[in-house]
């Protein structure tokens, strides 16, 4: 099997590590780094033994797969220029910051016969591939995704930077149409909204309410639900779950049965970069591909329309 020559396009936090991961993949041949501040892209480049590629074309040049881990307000002109010229790409998220630049860059990718993929991490998460097959109808989740306050990702708030994972979590969880969603947040730290609660309602009555912040004073990466007789309990953090569930015993009261779930130790932005590198070799569509991308922004983007109606109603800026 042929390595595939790959290069990075970004050379922030998401960007590092994704040079690192295809340094380190037999898979893989990162021919170059490109990043608009060509002294960045030099010094990670020599960190991970490639070269600094000085522009976009030489990208296009010397790479059939690349990853796009510029700030969100450049994904779709970033991403475009590399579909179109017939590279395949893998784009972190959000896909975009709005519908309309989603929706160019999946056209881009359809029209031109490419893959696009986008990085939604914790779908690779091993907490939730446990889950994933336990899955019946969940009819209520409690999420909470908590950090402290960092100097990043700032250009988006924080249902673009931290919620719209767990968004995308749950609609993959969930297999019907997303009917109603309230929403309420506040800036804090940034001009951006830094704390937010969202509620979505399901046409199939399952509720979800997710918290999310960067502001914490603590660290916390948990989903809960519940289904039938069963409630399920997931750490993305320590990437394990439990699962509690009513056991039926003739002639006797209910109990409850408790199993916890734990699984080999993997890192998910490994496992995500080899999925994206096998669908290029293998040319089959990625888990995390526009649409599904684009239903989460649709989510993210509606909750944030909400948080300024509230905030409007309230007289709070």
Known sequence: ??????????????????????????????????????????????????????????????????????????HAEVACR?????????????????????????????????????????????????????????????????????????????????????????????????????????????????IANVRLSFENGCVANLTASRVSTEKVRKLRFFQPGEYISLDYARRDARIFAVEQHPGAAPGIAHQHLTSEEREPLADEITEFLECVRTRRPPEVDGAAARRALDAALRAAAAIRDHAALVGVK
């Open 82 to 194: 590399l579909l179109e010229a017939g590279r395949d790409v893998l784009v972190e998220k959000p896909i975009a910051p709005s519908l309309a630049e989603a929706d160019r860059m999946i056209a881009s990718a359809t029209r031109n016969g490419r893959i696009l993929a986008v990085g939604h991490l914790e779908r690779f998460n091993p907490a939730v591939r446990l889950i994933r097959p336990r899955l019946t109808r969940p009819l209520f989740f409690e999420i909470h995704r908590l950090s402290m306050f960092t100097p990043r990702s700032l250009d988006v708030d924080v249902l673009l930077d931290l919620m719209i994972h767990d968004l995308d979590i749950v609609l993959s969880f969930v297999n019907a149409p997303l009917t109603d969603l309230q929403a309420v947040g506040l800036p804090v730290l940034t001009r951006h909204v830094d």
């Open 1 to 74: 099997m042929h390595a595939i020559p790959v290069a990075v396009v970004g050379c922030g936090a998401f960007g590092r590590h994704h040079a690192r991961i295809y340094s380190q993949l037999p898979q893989a041949h990162l021919v170059g780094i490109y990043d608009l501040d060509p002294a960045r892209a030099a010094a990670l480049a020599a960190e991970f033994g490639t070269r600094p590629l000085a522009s976009l074309e030489q990208v296009i040049e010397q790479a059939a797969a690349v990853s796009v881990a510029v700030p969100t307000l450049a």
